[in-house]
């Protein structure tokens, strides 16, 4: 097996929320499924009950493909959520652990470059916990799907069954999509956290936050301007109104029945989403990448040079 | 015979003190090596400085290598256990060894699992679950299972009971070392390592005190225990070092013949513990 891939395993055995935490969401999610499927849990909408059944029934395979997508898109919303708290704790404790269990020795007593070590805490988080979660979301909405369809099979239509693997597969790709962008756009932010945890002693989380408020409060003090914070702010949401556009193509829908009363306005397929020409042609990308490759090199020279023990 | 270790002028400071002071030393090959200090005297500064760990001035080379630019490939041939280096407790025992296999071109799995096989760890259960002992023995096993050709112990079995301790010096004699391994070893307990060791040196305030191989060492010094009224003769052969045992000067001597010594009474080679008090305690008065 190559130094990489042992490398990225050996993030996988010491961090084990990279796959517990998606399982666990994972878990949840089916139980929901099953226990609506059971009768257990009514959908609401306003103060109306929505008999699923009927109202299953009374949409075209388009329209319940739509429907299909954005409960699936949002489980991967969800899931993508689960994915950056799992990607930043770990970078902030990847560095610090093996410091703070003085482990780092043994680690330092292999055959192995600080820049491979390095690359493999940026690869775990830009690569495993991303790709462990969507697998994770896929099987998930593999196990919904099977259960609503079942269910509606039973119930005497077949059209949940045959709209499901196309919105899977749709909402698949925008998942991966999400992924690629936002891993290329975090970068700068995944170097500052590795940064942290190779440097900081104690307190890796205020030592990550503490600093960025503090040249913010700054610069409005003395300066009376807010450029950095909207930088940081840029940096953490303005990935998606740059990989994302919003299309012409939707679909409304009305349901109707007694008293519940259900008005969407559906993306035919969530893939009409994807643009990702306004991503790669901005500033903000290539100038954060830049900024994560000078934060990676110091993270790789601190923990090269740093002599502490 | 190759040289694997050379030191030039080999210094270190932090702030204003010298933990290292223009050292100079070389490692040939097949050599246990035991370097000896008191604490603080800049043994670990010089174990850290050859481990490409710790910045530093003047010259070293490690199997040819500068141990600061080329760090991750002298460690493909040297390999070290210091007590500060401890295994994380979150790794099983199995992943160990695959982490070894994956990562370390020169392991070998059979080599590890039979030498685990022997030993009381299992091979499901995680560091953290080991006894202090057992962590050592597994850490033992997986530096055996390795062909490297310097093998670094800085202080390998500190607070390891007496059991643990005796096997690891005997597995490591038996089932480790030959011509084409040399060990490199700091230690407190001297008298556990001296009878393995074929070369000696003694280390204080960053400097190479004594650098002698063990033979040498019994060719050179000499103890004698002296009856009170001789002492007087034994002082005028200017010895490194007296003290009083039970009625008796012990003195220790460098670089007398047999002849000048035989009218004081019975000579003997010093063990490496008198020698070293010796050394320290006679360069200090």
Not at chain 2, 107 to 121: G, N, Q, T, Y
Request: hydrophobic residues 50%.
């Amino acid at each position: 097996m190559s130094v990489m891939t042992t490398l990225l395993r050996r993030e996988t055995w010491e961090h084990r929320a990279i796959v517990i935490a998606p399982l666990v969401f994972a878990v949840v999610f089916i139980v929901i499924a099953l226990l609506a499927a059971a009768g257990a849990i009514h959908i609401q909408v306003g103060h109306y009950g929505v008999d699923l059944r009927d109202m299953l029934l009374s949409m075209d395979p388009r329209q319940l493909g739509a429907v299909m997508q954005m409960e699936l898109g949002s489980l991967a919303v969800f899931f993508n959520v689960v994915v950056q708290l799992v990607t930043t704790f770990y970078l902030l404790d990847c560095l610090y652990a093996e410091r703070k269990d003085r482990s780092i020795l043994f680690w330092k007593s292999l055959p192995v470059s600080d820049t491979t070590i390095v690359g493999s805490k940026l690869l775990t988080a830009m690569l495993v916990i991303p790709l462990v979660s969507i697998a994770v979301f896929f099987a998930t909405a593999l196990g919904i799907y099977l259960i609503s369809g079942i269910l509606v099979l039973v119930g005497g239509s077949g059209a949940v069954l045959a709209a499901g693997p196309g919105a899977i597969l749709d909402t698949l790709v925008i998942a991966i999509y999400t992924v690629v962008v936002q891993s290329l756009w975090y970068l700068p932010v995944y170097g500052w956290l590795l940064l942290v945890s190779v440097w900081a002693k104690r307190s890796v989380l205020l030592w990550a936050v503490l600093p960025l408020f503090a040249v913010t409060a700054l610069e409005r003090m003395i300066f009376g301007t807010g450029m950095i914070g909207r930088l940081l702010h840029d940096r953490i949401v303005g990935v998606y109104t740059l990989a994302f556009t919003q299309p012409a193509n939707e679909i409304a829908w009305r349901y109707q029945a007694d008293g519940a009363e259900l008005n969407l306005e559906l993306f035919e397929s969530l893939t009409h989403l994807v643009d990702p020409s306004t991503f790669l042609l901005s500033p903000g990308l290539w100038g954060g990448l830049v900024v994560a490759a000078l934060l990676l090199a110091a993270a790789v020279w601190v923990r090269r040079y740093r002599d502490e023990t | 015979m190759t040289t694997l270790v050379r030191a030039k002028n080999l210094s270190k400071r932090f702030g204003n003190v010298t933990a290292l002071d223009a050292v100079n030393l070389e490692i040939p090959e097949g050599r246990i090596v035991g370097l000896i200090g008191p604490n603080g005297a800049g043994k670990t500064t010089a174990l850290k400085a050859l481990l490409g760990l710790t910045s530093f001035s003047g010259e070293l080379e490690v199997l040819g290598m500068d141990p600061r630019r080329e760090r991750h490939r002298v460690m493909q041939d040297v390999c070290f256990i210091a007590d500060v280096a401890v295994l994380p407790r979150w790794l099983k025992v199995r992943q160990a060894l695959q982490l070894a296999e994956g990562l370390h071109p020169r392991f070998s799995m059979s080599r590890a699992e039979k030498l685990l096989a022997a030993s009381e760890v299992r091979l499901d259960s995680r560091v953290g679950q080991l006894s202090k002992g057992m962590v050592t023995q597994l850490h033992l096993a997986l530096v055996m299972a390795i062909e490297a050709k310097l093998l670094v112990l800085d202080e390998p079995t500190i607070g390891l009971d007496i059991i643990y301790r005796k096997d690891f010096y005997t597995t490591l004699l038996n089932d480790y070392f030959d011509e084409g391994r040399t060990i490199l070893v700091t230690t407190h307990q001297v008298e556990e390592i001296e009878h393995i060791l074929t070369d000696v040196m003694f280390i204080n305030h960053g400097r190479i005190v004594l650098n002698e191989t063990m033979e040498r060492i019994g060719e050179r010094f000499a103890q004698v225990a002296v009856a009170p009224e001789k002492a007087a003769a034994a002082r005028e052969l200017q010895p490194v070092y007296e003290q009083d045992v039970f009625g008796r000067k012990i003195f220790l001597f460098q670089d007398r013949t047999p002849q000048q010594l035989a009218a004081l009474g019975e000579s003997r080679v010093p063990g490496i513990a008198d020698l070293f008090v010796a050394k320290i305690k006679g360069a200090a008065a």
